[in-house]
């Protein structure tokens, strides 16, 4: 099992930028892929961006391509989300998740084993 904990979430104008965070406890010395969704009211979870476990391969929806980076501290057990440009759009509850085989990449919710329970970002206009 492993436990993941997302924070850094929060009210921003369009425009600007959060980082979020998701950090990892318990079974952490296995090594999973991570990836990040958001799930705004109303609408169906969305795949937002996903990490390999040696950082080296990143995937993006194309809706934050270019705005958003994903990465991670693996001596933290720690990945983020740098969120730039942010536009109101964005506004949803983002989840962290946690999957193997570590050396692959998802955009299927259903692919994660863990979740976190989520940080809430809102954009203004």
């Known amino acids: 099992q492993v436990q993941l904990v997302e924070s850094g979430g929060g009210l921003v104008q369009a425009g600007g930028s959060l980082r979020l965070s998701c950090a990892a406890s318990?079974?952490?010395?296995?090594?999973?892929?991570m990836g990040w969704f958001r799930q705004a009211p109303g609408k169906e979870r969305e795949f937002v961006a996903a990490i390999t476990w040696s950082g080296g391969s990143t995937y993006y929806a194309d809706s934050v391509k270019g705005r958003f980076t994903i990465s991670r501290d693996n001596a933290k057990n720690t990945v983020y989300l740098q969120m730039s440009s942010l536009k109101p759009e964005d506004t949803a509850d983002y989840y962290c998740?946690?999957?193997?085989?570590?050396?692959?990449?998802?955009?299927?919710?259903?692919?994660?084993?863990?979740w976190g329970q989520g940080t809430q970002v809102t954009v203004s206009s």
């Open positions: 998740a946690a999957r193997t085989p570590d050396y692959t990449t998802s955009p299927l919710w259903e692919d994660y084993s863990y």
């Open positions: 318990g079974r952490t010395f296995n090594r999973y892929a």
